[in-house]
């Protein structure tokens, strides 16, 4: 209903605390003041809530503050060191430089999606957005099975020319959307079974034709993103575990019919036994593990790591680029890493704190959630401690899908920064 539309049923009149207050379907809500000018209210039917988290309402017209500048940094300056990792692996490569360049093309076009997201009211442009993005993402993803092209026991890419366009990891971005516009419509019936049971509705369809493809791992990425969303829109954890159980025993059933294929079962197991599976999965994990320690406190230098130049390592420049970062930079261009990217976590993070907005933080929740299970797997995956499940590492790793979604992610973090209340720079 537009806001017109909502005038005609909205009365407005004074309330105590120098607050104001709106009647609306047999509530007084309170905006501008606190829950204690509610509790004060001699109406039964009285409820405080911050209106910027209803969908229905108009944004707020608070001035926006400036872009997100330490974590817009720390993102470029992560994307330029994975192109200089990658540089280093394909350099021998007669197409090296065509990786190269898809590369740097990749990060031009996600910093415009980060703009689109960012210069954007997302309280009103997500919403709009969230039904035509759910549907046509659902349609590719179906499309893959018919014109997609197959590799490595996958088919999960489009062909578009020159490059390969991957609708699974579009996939991870409408579902923070559609998921965040969900939940934020449903605040007061959060804790509900049947809301519960509606969200997971919201993944089912990606989820499904996502692990028919077959790709585990975007799979248990949309999972994760689920958990760290319901868990922030404050959904009881009873219900929580019990659709913990309901998975555990479907993995089982699918794991025991013969549905996970069994390269998935080897890399699921490889990385507690890597000699059960010493020609793929463990020999991945072997000379992973032979790069990282090779680099000890400072690293081989810069192009110099043996590992890399010898392509000892299948896939080093995608699943596998935090190797290249262990061999020729050590402890210390590890450690480095690792420190930019705790701290764009933890500025998302701050701005998931700091709003205001009930929607905002759901996105920025599902955002945190995306970014953190990849580089906790990928990282973890090349030491030896997480299963081998194709994640790529944020930023660092080579894919232009990748690559434009976890920018265009993080512009709606800085759309949700720039109109928050508080500031926080």
């Not at 608070?62 to 060191?81: M, Q, T």
């Not at 509606?198 to 993103?225: E, K, N, Y």
């Not at 933890?346 to 299970?373: H, P, Q």
């Not at 401690?385 to 590492?393: A, E, K, N, R």
Request: glycine share 10%.
């Amino acid at each position: 209903m537009s806001w017109r539309g909502w005038k005609r049923y909205i009365r407005f009149s004074a309330a105590p605390s120098k607050s104001r207050q709106w009647r609306l379907a047999g509530f007084s809500i309170f905006t501008g003041g606190s829950p204690s000018a509610c509790a004060q209210s001699a109406r039964p039917a009285c409820a405080w809530y911050n209106t910027d988290a209803m969908l229905q309402l108009p944004a707020n017209t608070r001035g926006k503050a400036p872009i997100d500048l330490p974590l817009l940094l720390s993102v470029i300056a992560i994307s330029i060191g994975g192109v200089l990792a990658i540089r280093s692996v394909v350099i021998s490569d007669p197409s090296g430089p065509l990786f190269i360049r898809k590369q740097i093309i990749g990060i031009v076009a996600g910093v415009i999606g980060l703009s689109v997201f960012a210069f954007n009211d997302y309280k009103i442009l997500l919403p709009r957005l969230s039904l035509f993005l759910s549907v046509v993402n659902v349609g590719l993803l179906a499309i893959v099975f018919k014109l997609g092209h197959a590799a490595k026991g996958a088919q999960r890419w489009i062909p578009l020319g020159p490059v390969q366009f991957q609708p699974s990891e579009v996939a991870k971005l409408v579902v923070i959307i559609a998921l965040g516009v969900f939940l934020a419509r449903r605040r007061g019936e959060i804790t509900r079974p049947k809301t519960m049971f509606g969200s997971l509705g919201v993944i089912l369809a990606p989820f499904a034709l996502i692990f028919l493809q077959p790709d585990l791992g975007t799979g248990l990425v949309i999972i994760s993103i689920w958990f760290g969303m319901v868990f922030v829109a404050g959904m009881r954890l009873r219900h929580v575990a019990i659709v913990v159980a309901a998975g555990l025993l479907l993995f089982s059933a699918l794991w025991s019919t013969g549905k996970i294929k069994d390269y998935q079962k080897q890399r699921l197991t490889s990385f507690i036994n890597p000699a059960a599976d010493p020609r793929d999965t463990g020999y991945h994990l072997r000379q992973s593990q032979i790069a990282i320690g090779a680099g000890q406190v400072t690293g081989q230098g810069y192009g110099r790591g043996m590992q890399a130049s010898g392509h000892f390592i299948p896939e080093q420049h995608t699943d596998f680029i935090f190797t290249v970062v262990g061999e020729e930079g050590g402890f210390v261009g590890a450690i480095s890493l690792l420190a930019l990217y705790l701290f764009a976590l933890m500025r998302c993070v701050w701005v998931m704190a700091m709003t205001k907005d009930y929607f905002g933080r759901l996105l920025v929740a599902g955002v945190v959630s995306l970014l953190g299970f990849h580089i906790i797997v990928n990282i973890g995956m090349t030491m030896g401690v997480m299963p081998v499940t194709g994640v790529p590492l944020p930023f660092f790793s080579y894919g232009l899908s990748a690559l434009l979604i976890d920018f265009s992610a993080i512009g709606i973090v800085l759309s949700v920064a720039r109109r928050t209340q508080d500031t926080i720079f």
